[in-house]
């Protein structure tokens, strides 16, 4: 498990420089005189160039293995944001954060796949999600604090030039030490496929014959990256001096306190991944309630609890996939997901630049995620479930 020791160390120091950029973005691109609805697009836009890059890499990820493209998404965005440094009108900072965004379409998905095809058993897959999400979480915690405080210290440009040089770095090592394991040469069968073939009762629930994908689990990412874009719009918004941006990033950072502590909660493992899906989002749609209606809860109670309803989901919407798709895919099931990821992130931020004049655009993540949320509605797809303790295919790893 070298490899994914390697790789843990490799995504922290990306999600690190990817997260602390959170509270600068939007005070630097209203320095550049961009206006709301502008920076709502430039956000948006990051996401929608999202799409093409997962289209890719979805499939070429399943067929070439992930490491050239992990690293060549982190050497890209490295690039980038020594460009996005020099930038000095606000339609530069949209051009470069467009490209950004087609860029690092790749690293999840590859990401995402070479951990699934580590594991021998599902077990062992599980564990290594959660890490993943632990590492993501970890450095999620500290960068929104630590982008801010270079930016108060440094400026905007030489911390963004800084954060550049240190994914660069990082991009270039990655391909020494991030090795690839053997890819599946024949396709797997997904959990649905083998709970209706009658000669796999014994391994899976039972599901009803000539079953699919359930496809409507893809609105939950698309809700949930919706409400999320319109928080990282628009908390920052609250004033563009140094003291606000230093408190803006405690803030990122009290959500990444809050989804640290449920992740640690090793035990809701043990309930099914469609019951701790629904119950998560049903917080965090009355966390988004509450800040649209003004409740007497403080800001940071909310933000934390927020944070604790997306370490619950997260986990559990990864072990969705994981049940429904097959070994031989998980590319282009993890493709989907940032795909659907993207789409959400761009909706957000760019709907909430149009109506934050007219209402709180927190009413907007609300009412994302009770939609995702009749998408759940209980279906058999989603009730299955497998053995722990089962293994993967060897040629799936």
Not at 5 to 27: E, S
Not at 98 to 122: D, I, N, Q, Y
Not at 209 to 222: D, K
Request: glycine fraction near 8%.
């Amino acid at each position: 498990m070298k490899t994914a020791v390697w790789l843990y160390l490799f995504l922290f120091v990306a999600f690190f420089d990817l997260h602390a950029q959170y509270p600068m973005l939007t005070p630097f691109a209203v320095s550049l005189g961009a206006a709301p609805s502008f920076i709502g697009l430039v956000m948006g836009m990051y996401s929608l160039t999202h799409l093409p890059g997962n289209l890719i890499a979805g499939i070429a990820v399943d067929r070439r293995g992930s490491r050239l493209f992990i690293s060549m998404s982190l050497i890209g965005a490295g690039i980038l944001l020594l460009l996005q440094a020099r930038v000095t009108d606000p339609w530069q900072l949209l051009y470069i954060r467009s490209a950004s965004g087609f860029v690092l379409a790749f690293l999840s998905p590859a990401c995402m796949s070479l951990l699934a095809r580590l594991a021998k058993t599902h077990i062992q897959q599980g564990k290594l999600m959660a890490g993943n999400g632990l590492v993501h979480t970890l450095a999620s915690v500290i960068s929104p604090a630590a982008g801010a405080i270079l930016a108060a210290k440094l400026g905007f440009g030489p911390a963004f030039a800084l954060l550049g040089w240190v994914l660069l770095v990082t991009g270039i090592l990655s391909l020494w030490f991030v090795k690839e394991p053997p890819v599946a040469d024949n396709p797997s069968p997904s959990v649905v496929e083998l709970a209706a073939d009658p000669k796999q009762p014994e391994k899976m629930a039972q599901v009803p014959t000539g079953m699919g994908f359930p496809w409507a689990v893809f609105f939950l990412p698309i809700g949930m990256a919706c409400a999320q874009g319109i928080l990282a719009f628009e908390l920052p918004l609250r004033g563009t001096d140094a003291a606000t941006i230093m408190s803006t990033g405690i803030l990122f950072s009290i959500i990444s306190l809050g989804s640290l502590v449920t992740l640690g909660m090793l035990f809701l493992n043990r309930y099914l991944p469609y019951f701790r899906t629904v119950g998560g989002v049903m917080l965090l749609a009355l966390c988004y309630y509450g800040l649209a209606s003004e409740w007497s809860v403080s800001l940071l109670t909310l933000l934390f609890v927020i944070g604790m309803a997306k370490g619950v989901i997260f986990p559990a919407m990864t072990s969705f996939l994981l049940q429904l798709s097959g070994p031989s895919r998980y590319g282009r099931t993890f493709s989907m997901l940032s795909i659907s990821l993207s789409i959400g992130s761009f909706l957000g931020p760019v709907a909430a630049g149009a109506v934050r004049d007219h209402f709180s655009p927190y009413f907007l993540s609300f009412l994302a995620l009770m939609l995702a949320l009749t998408f759940l509605f209980p279906r058999a797809a989603f009730k299955m479930n497998w053995n722990p303790n089962s293994a993967i295919p060897p040629h799936a790893h």
